[in-house]
């Protein structure tokens, strides 16, 4: 059997993550976060306090970074010039400032570049936004994973619920705005792939999703 690249992209909590780890353990690939990325430039940033609109500032600290992705216990442990920073870069602050930093052309060239070398040697399941269109326009399957605005951000709910920091209404506006970002910004905005395969998971449990895509995978090897 061939290795094969799979690339996954859809709005924010459609379950990318979740679906992308899953798939990759069930095939022994290796899954790659690529919003954890952005993240980790954006975290960055605020700590440095540049603005991301400082395109100067921003890309000259992106092209300073070393980020690195292992596999762990529960995902994905991400690092930044050697700190552990998975759990930092899913704070609330990173996530209402990342679309703009993901809009930066120089950012993305950046790790656009970092994603291709780590998907040379195939048996990879890469998510994002642009991964089907721009990343790696090549992968033998593409899946564009949506819900509804209402289920993403049910689901989110869940998982912050614990925290209790913003309400589930509150949820719902901050997913539409950041979709509304990304799918708007000039440079790989999110976009379903012409040859992307749609799966809409508002009615589907992640165990489904995921035999589905891994019965998908399997036609392509
Ligand atoms: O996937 P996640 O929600 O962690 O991504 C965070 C943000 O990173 C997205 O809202 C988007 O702005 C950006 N992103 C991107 N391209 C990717 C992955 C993420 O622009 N391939």
């Known amino acids: 059997q061939d290795r094969i690249n799979i690339a996954i992209d859809g709005p924010a909590g459609a379950g990318k ?22 993240r980790a430039v954006t975290l960055s940033a605020l700590q440095s306090g540049i603005e991301p609109g400082d395109l100067e500032r921003l890309t000259e600290l992106a092209g300073d970074l070393k980020i690195e992705l292992s596999p762990g216990e529960h995902g994905q442990t991400v690092w930044l010039n050697g700190s552990d920073v998975t759990d930092a870069i899913r704070s609330r602050e990173v996530t209402l400032r990342v679309s703009e930093v993901a809009a930066v052309e120089a950012v993305r060239t950046l790790l656009v570049d970092m994603q291709r070398q780590l998907a040379i040697r195939k048996g990879i399941v890469m998510d994002g936004r642009d991964i089907g269109t721009h990343v790696l326009p090549d992968a033998e399957l593409k899946i564009f994973l949506t819900a509804s605005v209402q289920v993403r951000a049910a689901r989110r709910y869940e998982e912050t619920k614990h925290s209790h920091q913003v309400s589930v209404e509150q949820l719902e506006k901050e997913i539409a705005q950041r979709d509304k970002m990304d799918q708007e910004r000039k440079v790989s905005p999110l976009l379903r792939a012409r040859d992307a395969i749609l799966v809409d998971s508002t009615n589907l449990s992640i165990e489904q999703v995921v035999s589905q895509i891994v019965e998908l995978s399997r036609t392509k090897m």
């Open 17 to 38: 993550s979740t679906v992308a780890r899953k798939v990759a353990a069930r095939l022994g690939y290796i899954y790659i976060d690529t919003g954890a990325m952005y």
